[in-house]
């Protein structure tokens, strides 16, 4: 049982006890200081009488105690719920013997009753009895005695709501037997105390299905009332009939049981179709939700098949690798689990370049670049590693994912370079098929967001409101990344050579762009730019992206100048776009093409991280090398090649 459902049954008993010691205290001072005002509390109910009120005096304060754990409260325990008894056991002694020890009218003089001055009722008696004994077991560590008093509880509580039943149906004295002498008002605090004592001594099932966020225990927090109150009304409905002649007792018998089962059946059927909802709602997720694991399982198949993979805690903790590590490393699985990655370090790099992927995964960054490891057997191996962090709900780190790629080819160097192109090749497919068929299950979560927040937006608190807005902000966020993903891997996909005017290509680009230029005064300049042998929308999409970036990356206010030149060298045509923006610093001018790569905060700058990454693989498509010349605050050159003889 969790510990907030012991808290909140401990302040339920708490609350419930200082209401009726607070019940019992008035109730009291009102017979001590004979106020004739007791007998109309309730008008025509008989009063409830002093021994009552003290029997519920003592049960609220030994119940309180209770609650406490040190020995002056368990002595106070004991020792009212020993009164409690005392009084209940000479109460029932003088009825069973017909007898009057005087016991009750020696504490106040009850002039008021009819018959048994001061003496609680045989009913009420025995209910104190068998509230006192369970109260004493209650707190037992024997599942087996709270068990045991939960049953007497439940038997107190039966009584009781069979008494408030003949109060509220009027039942005349002669049919009630014995329950008829407890007061209603007497009933309902027996009743309430007894059914908190109930709940607080109840097993975790028990609680779970009245009180768990579960459809059945919706149903019966909604079916339970509802019978009762049909019941109820239809009760008084059938006796006001009889009472007053307005139908004989077959008659009204006969529209009770209509209204009965009409009422019965109404209120089920209602059940049945919200049911029916939820459960076509929750079999719709859960086909999604097969789909999209289905499709992360054959992402994970591809990723184990092609890479190496392995799992860590925080602290570095190796706790999970694939058949591929394990393969390459030579090392078994139960090596490598329990232990860090010393296992495979090759010495190669300084404590330095270790330190510094630390803190940029430590910081929730992810890290990539080229590290070389070493095998059991002790040869030197290369990877290509991308390390990501994973953040809980509370933005803690608490466990790394690794993906590495070999990258190492112990062969002649025509060989790896082919091999190694090959396996770019396949990279790039597999980019490109990965890109394109995550757009499906990412469409499908989103669609069950809008569901969500279309069917139930009502239903669902703010806290749950807001978690689906983060959720759609993360789709969108994905959406973009995969689509960046998926542009990239297309570059050069469907390429054409043609014949291209790269003062004609600017000018377009320009145009294309005349609204945001204007927006932000952005002043263009060029220089003669020459004609190139190349591929026509690659190279429009490696100026658009340099141009555009140079235009969003400007410092506040500043006006954005933007200067594009070129110089014919013997083998190529170097090109250069300068700007006067914000400049990038020189510790991250090597990493600023690598894919997805930000350097500023996203709220900062819109984008994925992807363009310049675009940039780099058309450069390289057209066998030329791009470069970026900066310093933070003071503007950027980005420079690229371009072969002359391209073919």
């Not at 109840?202 to 779970?208: F, H, P």
């Not at 013997?570 to 894919?595: C, H, L, M, Q, W």
Request: with cysteine; net charge neutral; aromatic share 12%.
């Amino acid at each position: 049982m969790s510990i907030d459902i012991k808290a909140t049954k401990s302040r339920n008993i708490k609350y419930m006890s200082l209401s009726a010691l607070a019940m019992s205290i008035i109730v009291i001072g009102l017979w001590l200081f004979n106020i004739r005002a007791i007998l109309y509390i309730i008008p025509g109910v008989t009063p409830m009488e002093f021994i009552t009120a003290l029997s519920f005096f003592l049960l609220s304060v030994g119940v309180l105690a209770a609650q406490r754990k040190s020995t002056i409260f368990l002595i106070i325990n004991r020792a009212t719920i020993t009164c409690v008894l005392i009084i209940a056991l000479v109460t029932i002694g003088q009825d069973l013997f017909g007898n009057n020890f005087g016991f009750n009218t020696s504490f106040v003089n009850d002039t008021y009753a009819l018959k048994f001055p001061g003496r609680m009722s045989l009913a009420t008696a025995i209910c104190f009895f068998l509230a006192g004994i369970s109260t004493w077991g209650m707190d037992s560590k024997s599942e087996k005695i709270k068990r045991f008093t939960n049953f007497i509880y439940l038997a107190v509580i039966l009584l009781n709501f069979v008494t408030v039943i003949i109060f509220i149906l009027n039942i005349p004295g002669n049919d009630a037997g014995f329950l008829i002498p407890i007061p209603i008002h007497t009933s309902l605090v027996l009743f309430l105390y007894s059914g908190y004592l109930f709940h607080k001594n109840a097993t975790v099932g028990l609680n779970r299905l009245v009180l768990g966020k579960y459809a059945g225990s919706r149903v019966v927090r909604t079916v339970v009332p509802y019978n009762f109150a049909a019941i109820m009304i239809m009760g008084l409905i059938y006796l006001y009939l009889i009472n007053n002649n307005i139908t004989d007792a077959n008659t009204g018998f006969i529209i009770y049981s209509i209204f009965g089962v009409f009422a019965a059946c109404v209120y089920p059927f209602v059940i049945a179709i919200q049911l029916n909802h939820s459960q076509f709602d929750k079999n719709t997720f859960e086909k999604a939700f097969r789909a999209s694991m289905q499709e992360t399982k054959q992402y994970k198949e591809a990723l184990d098949a092609s890479s190496l993979v392995d799992i860590t805690d925080a602290n570095g903790t190796i706790i999970s690798v694939n058949d591929k590590f394990c393969e390459t490393s030579n090392y078994e699985r139960n090596e490598l689990i329990g232990n860090t990655h010393k296992f495979i370090n090759s010495g190669h790099h300084s404590k330095e370049f270790f330190a510094e992927l630390w803190t940029t995964i430590k910081s929730g960054e992810v890290w990539s670049g080229g590290i070389r490891n070493k095998t059991k057997d002790g040869v030197f191996y290369w990877v290509h590693t991308a390390i990501i962090p994973f953040i809980n709900e509370f933005g803690e780190i608490y466990q790394f994912l690794t993906i590495r790629q070999d990258i190492t080819k112990h062969t002649l160097l025509s060989t790896q370079y082919e091999s190694l192109k090959a396996k770019n090749k396949e990279i790039e497919q597999f980019t490109f098929i990965a890109s394109h068929d995550l757009q499906e299950p990412l469409r499908t979560v989103r669609s069950m967001i809008d569901i969500l927040q279309e069917e139930y937006s009502l239903e669902l608190d703010e806290d749950a409101l807001m978690s689906l807005n983060f959720m759609t902000e993360a789709t969108d966020r994905m959406s973009s990344l995969i689509k960046g993903l998926l542009d990239y891997s297309r570059i050069g996909r469907e390429k054409e050579l043609i014949t291209i005017d790269s003062n004609e290509t600017v000018r377009e680009i320009t145009d294309d762009l005349a609204a945001i230029i204007k927006r932000k005064n952005t002043v263009i300049t060029t220089d003669k730019l020459p004609i190139l042998k190349a591929y026509g929308i690659e190279i429009r999409l490696l100026f658009q992206n340099l141009i555009s970036n140079a235009i969003k990356f400007q410092k506040e206010g500043a006006t954005p100048r933007i200067h594009i030149s070129a110089k014919e060298d013997t083998n190529y045509f170097k090109f250069s776009v300068k700007d006067n923006g914000i400049g990038i610093p020189e510790e991250d001018s090597r990493n600023v093409f690598a894919i997805f790569q930000r350097l500023n905060k996203r709220d900062a700058y819109e984008g994925t991280g992807i363009g310049l990454a675009h940039c780099e693989k058309i450069v390289h498509l057209h066998g030329g090398e791009i470069w970026v010349d900066s310093k933070e605050n003071e503007g950027s050159t980005f420079n690229f090649t371009i072969l002359k003889n391209f073919i």
